[in-house]
């Protein structure tokens, strides 16, 4: 049965929690609070409309239990996660590999699995240029960390 939230308890268990699943959960947001989240609609549905069989779920995660939830990932089939307050600068540390961006931002709010290794990466700032970019024509923009572990910012 779906539910809106899962815990770090169901993704021990996550093949008996999740067994009955039509379309495999595969990816997910962890964050604490998670409930507010509204990454599974827009994801969910992107998922759909491009075919892929995948489901995109909130995981509330606690500080503490972090770094569990993190390893338990290529365990369990996932193929990435996204990282939302309180986490994304406790991340970092946890990575296998780690982009550029986020090294220079201090911040983690994408992970993917690959190989069973977790690869993490900041997307916020070069989102939201690409993003300006397009909407104003903005070609050339200034971008930087201004706090760490809060992503990028672009002017």
Not at 11 to 19: C, F, K, S
Not at 24 to 40: E, K, N, T, Y
Not at 59 to 77: F, N, S, T, W, Y
Not at 118 to 141: H, K, M, N
């Amino acid at each position: 049965m779906l539910r809106e939230v899962y815990t770090l308890a169901d993704l021990r268990d996550w093949d008996a929690v999740t067994g009955g699943e039509a379309v495999p959960i595969r990816l997910s947001v962890f964050g604490d609070p998670v409930a507010h989240s509204r990454s599974p609609q827009m994801h969910n549905a992107a998922l759909a409309a491009a075919g892929i069989p995948a489901r995109y779920t909130r995981l509330h995660i606690l500080p503490g239990e972090l770094e569990e939830a993190l390893r338990l990932l290529p365990e369990r089939g996932f193929i990435g996660t996204n990282v939302t307050l309180p986490h994304k600068a406790a991340v970092l540390a946890l990575m296998d590999e780690v982009d550029a961006g986020a090294r220079r931002t201090g911040a983690v709010n994408t992970v993917v699995v690959r190989d069973g290794k977790l690869v993490g990466y900041s997307t916020d700032g070069p989102g939201l240029a690409r993003a300006i970019r397009a909407d104003f024509g903005a070609e050339r923009l200034r971008c930087n960390a201004r706090r760490r572990g809060a992503g990028g910012w672009c002017w």
